[in-house]
């Protein structure tokens, strides 16, 4: 067999650690052995581990791969990957995230492998940190672009993003999610038994939001969404968010200032075809995005969703056919148009319709194992031909 070495930052909630999970699992019925090596979550993070170790995926910790830029422990992170990589020989190395993208293509790159494949799952050149800072960043990254074989990024938006920035020529694979429980039968009857356990009435309209809660995510105007459907609905609309992170302070607090919202906060929820199946809308908030999982799952369940412009949502979200986006940081926007859905349960299920059709033809975690591992192998071919 082929041997692929994978690195990624961490293995956190989210959607980089889902897709490494998706590509790792694969990885044997497509003749490649995979060896899976992460860093170590921050500490306010949930990790996927067990359901790692519940696919037959059981990654080697680098306790010196942290998401937080430190030189000494970025440079053992390199010192322990070129290590591992003498060890395996791989044919491919393949980074996903940042931190994992710098210091494992540095490290494929001194130990001379073959096939260095990078992911960039969403970025972080634009928005994140001071000019300064990302100039530093953007230099590093076309850098370490022209000592890689292929550039990956999960939607169109982010690879032309990337190449106007002269960091290569990216491929866009976009993301994949394992839809078969989304929208199912016993799906729908957990969701039934999730809106009792969360108290919310039968009649109520509910507007999911999952994700970390982090700045970027805009959980700030996801609490003004909320307030403003609180004082304008006609309809009792519930806001119900899945996901733990920093901000969610920001929640709590507006929870004990203004109980009388219609707001509940359920933690990390890991049955998420319950959780859409127990939501009527779903509603994403942030001011970047790669690919965002979080709608295509709700789609899939056959929500209409409400969305931010940004990234790549315009490719899962078809303005009209699957939901509605509205201007980035646009509180009122957002509000109105979760109003103009809450009362229109045939928009809702014409949206939603259209949304599962799309979602099950475009995105499935079937159609992301079979792009990246026909890109690694034409990689190999290449190879062998020289």
Same mark, same amino acid.
């Given at each position: 067999?082929?041997?692929?070495?994978?690195?990624?930052?961490?293995?956190?909630?989210?959607?980089?650690? +889902?897709?490494?999970?998706?590509?790792?699992? *694969?990885?044997?019925?497509?003749?490649?052995?995979?060896?899976?090596?992460?860093?170590?979550?921050?500490?306010?993070?949930?990790?996927? !581990?067990?359901? @790692?170790?519940?696919?037959?995926?059981?990654?080697? +910790?680098?306790?010196?791969?942290?998401?937080?830029?430190?030189?000494?422990?970025?440079? +053992?992170?390199?010192?322990?990957?070129?290590?591992?990589?003498?060890?395996?020989?791989? %044919?491919?190395?393949?980074?996903?995230?940042?931190?994992?993208?710098?210091?494992?293509?540095?490290?494929?790159?001194?130990?001379?492998?073959?096939?260095?494949?990078?992911?960039?799952?969403?970025?972080?050149?634009?928005?994140?940190?001071?000019?300064?800072?990302?100039?530093?960043?953007?230099?590093?990254?076309?850098?370490?672009?022209?000592?890689?074989?292929?550039? &990956?990024?999960?939607?169109? *938006? %982010?690879? #032309?993003?990337?190449?106007?920035?002269?960091?290569?020529?990216?491929?866009?694979?976009?993301?994949?999610?394992?839809? /078969?429980?989304?929208?199912?039968?016993? /799906?729908?009857?957990?969701?039934?038994?999730?809106?009792?356990?969360?108290?919310?009435?039968?009649?109520?309209?509910?507007?999911?939001?999952?994700?970390?809660?982090?700045?970027?995510?805009?959980?700030? @105007? !996801?609490? %003004?969404?909320?307030?403003?459907?609180?004082?304008?609905?006609?309809?009792?609309?519930?806001?119900?968010?899945?996901?733990?992170?920093?901000?969610?302070?920001?929640?709590?607090?507006? &929870?004990?200032?203004?109980?009388?919202?219609?707001?509940?906060?359920?933690?990390?929820?890991?049955?998420?075809? /319950?959780?859409?199946?127990?939501?009527?809308?779903?509603?994403?908030?942030?001011?970047?995005?790669? !690919?965002?999982?979080?709608?295509?799952? *709700?789609? *899939?369940?056959?929500?209409?969703?409400? /969305?931010? %412009?940004?990234?790549?949502?315009?490719?899962?979200?078809? =303005?009209?056919?699957?939901?509605?986006?509205?201007?980035?940081?646009?509180? =009122?926007? &957002?509000?109105?148009?979760?109003?103009? !859905?809450?009362?229109?349960?045939?928009?809702?299920?014409?949206?939603?319709? #259209?949304?599962?059709?799309?979602? @099950?033809?475009?995105?499935?975690?079937?159609?992301?194992?079979?792009?990246?591992?026909?890109?690694?192998?034409?990689?190999?071919?290449?190879?062998?031909? #020289?």
């Amino acid at each position: 067999m082929r041997t692929i070495v994978r690195v990624i930052t961490r293995l956190n909630v989210g959607g980089p650690a +889902r897709q490494v999970a998706t590509l790792t699992a *694969a990885s044997e019925s497509q003749g490649f052995r995979t060896v899976l090596v992460s860093g170590v979550e921050d500490p306010d993070e949930e990790d996927l !581990l067990e359901e @790692l170790s519940s696919r037959g995926v059981r990654p080697t +910790r680098l306790d010196s791969l942290r998401r937080a830029v430190d030189l000494r422990r970025d440079a +053992r992170s390199v010192r322990e990957l070129r290590a591992l990589i003498r060890q395996h020989r791989p %044919d491919i190395v393949h980074t996903h995230t940042a931190k994992a993208g710098a210091v494992g293509r540095w490290a494929a790159w001194r130990e001379r492998v073959p096939n260095i494949v990078h992911t960039f799952h969403g970025h972080s050149l634009r928005g994140y940190f001071s000019p300064l800072r990302s100039r530093c960043h953007l230099a590093i990254e076309r850098f370490l672009a022209k000592r890689s074989h292929a550039l &990956l990024c999960v939607s169109r *938006a %982010d690879a #032309e993003e990337l190449s106007a920035l002269g960091v290569g020529s990216p491929t866009v694979i976009r993301s994949g999610v394992e839809l /078969a429980e989304f929208g199912s039968e016993d /799906a729908l009857a957990r969701g039934r038994a999730c809106r009792e356990a969360w108290n919310v009435p039968p009649e109520a309209i509910v507007v999911g939001w999952a994700g970390r809660l982090t700045p970027i995510k805009r959980v700030d @105007l !996801l609490c %003004d969404t909320v307030q403003r459907l609180g004082q304008r609905s006609p309809v009792p609309i519930w806001t119900v968010v899945a996901g733990v992170g920093p901000e969610r302070h920001r929640l709590e607090h507006m &929870l004990r200032e203004r109980p009388e919202l219609r707001l509940r906060l359920i933690g990390r929820q890991t049955d998420m075809p /319950a959780f859409w199946a127990a939501s009527d809308i779903g509603i994403l908030t942030s001011d970047r995005e790669g !690919l965002p999982l979080a709608l295509i799952e *709700a789609q *899939a369940s056959r929500r209409p969703v409400v /969305a931010t %412009d940004v990234g790549g949502v315009g490719e899962i979200l078809v =303005e009209e056919e699957t939901g509605i986006r509205v201007p980035p940081g646009d509180a =009122e926007a &957002l509000a109105a148009a979760i109003l103009k !859905l809450a009362q229109d349960g045939d928009a809702r299920a014409r949206l939603g319709h #259209e949304g599962r059709r799309r979602a @099950l033809a475009e995105f499935s975690a079937e159609r992301l194992v079979t792009e990246t591992y026909a890109l690694y192998s034409s990689l190999l071919q290449s190879r062998a031909e #020289e």
